[in-house]
């Protein structure tokens, strides 16, 4: 079981060079230590997960394009994520507006190959001396 993840999250794809951030909308109003929690359902391209610098995979069509012009020399392109499904695993226990809240050890599969992970859950306990 994982840590419960909020907006704000950074997030790695394995064929990106760039970490990003998770971005939850505020619709369920449901608040993590500030930010909104996250669902397994958070995973729009562009609205949830933004890009991630460039893509290195030879399945996103502008990479290969761009490496076939090249005479095959890999040509990394502008990465617009294309996501077929949602976060997996979800919290087993935790339910926001009627989905699996989004954990920590919960991945994304790219359409080209990537694997999404998430680095940083968003959200930290502070405690006062």
Do not use: H, R
């Not at 704000?8 to 608040?31: E, I, R």
């Not at 995979?57 to 502008?62: E, H």
């Not at 599969?109 to 959200?123: D, E, F, K, S, W």
């Amino acid at each position: 079981m994982g840590q419960n993840v909020v907006s704000g999250a950074q997030m790695l794809c394995s064929f990106g060079v760039a970490p990003s951030a998770l971005n939850v909308l505020p619709s369920s109003q449901v608040l993590g230590g500030g930010p909104p929690a996250g669902t397994i359902q958070d995973n729009k391209p562009l609205v949830n997960i933004p890009p991630f610098g460039m893509c290195m995979s030879l399945s996103n069509p502008t990479v290969a394009a761009a490496t076939a012009a090249a005479l095959g020399v890999l040509t990394p392109m502008p990465c617009i994520p294309s996501i077929p499904a949602p976060w997996m695993p979800g919290s087993p226990t935790v339910q926001i507006g009627g989905q699996p809240a989004l954990e920590s050890n919960s991945k994304l599969t790219c359409a080209y190959g990537g694997v999404i992970q998430l680095l940083v859950p968003g959200q930290f306990t502070v405690t006062s001396t």
